[in-house]
């Protein structure tokens, strides 16, 4: 191209153009990766697919939601203890967890220990039955280890105090 510009007017000229077409051209790439971009959808952050809102096919108001996520940090567990055994359970307390099908156990620690007591849930998902009026407790884990955990799963939780 420089010895284009060297030729004269005319292939000065010829430069220019080509110069502009160039500029052009790379102008049409940036848009079109913009365009292709924002097509490309992402979630803002690592999460399970809590629950699906809308289906294939249907229509979507633009900047609403089409999927619900359950970060791994938000996964916790609730356990429902006896008034006679909340005494001895503590925040930071480590908690075991085992689940039907997997033989090692989950660790984690109490989050949560309600300041008043309930009636029993209608269901309990236990060995045996309940007292009629407990606290909830609330176990979290390091987000690689709820991960591996499924909301509404039954559990069996055993309090490790300090």
């Not at 848009?31 to 292709?36: D, I, K, L, P, R």
């Not at 999927?67 to 909340?86: G, S």
């Not at 909830?136 to 499924?150: G, K, T």
């Amino acid at each position: 191209q420089e010895k284009l510009f060297r030729m004269g007017p005319a292939a000065a000229q010829d430069y220019d153009r080509a110069r502009s077409t160039r500029d052009q051209d790379r102008q049409r790439v940036t848009q079109a990766e913009w365009n292709f971009n924002q097509k490309r959808q992402a979630a803002p952050q690592v999460g399970l697919v809590y629950d699906t809102l809308f289906r294939q096919g249907e229509w979507v108001a633009a900047g609403k939601p089409v999927v619900a996520l359950l970060p791994p940090q938000n996964i916790k567990v609730r356990a429902f203890v006896p008034e006679t055994q909340v005494g001895s359970i503590h925040y930071g307390d480590t908690t075991q967890v085992t689940v039907d099908g997997v033989r090692d156990p989950f660790i984690g620690k109490v989050s949560y220990i309600s300041p008043h007591a309930e009636y029993t849930p209608p269901v309990i998902y236990s060995r045996e039955s309940r007292a009629k009026l407990v606290f909830m407790i609330e176990s979290v884990f390091d987000p690689e280890v709820s991960a591996n955990l499924h909301p509404g799963q039954p559990v069996d939780v055993e309090f490790k105090s300090k």
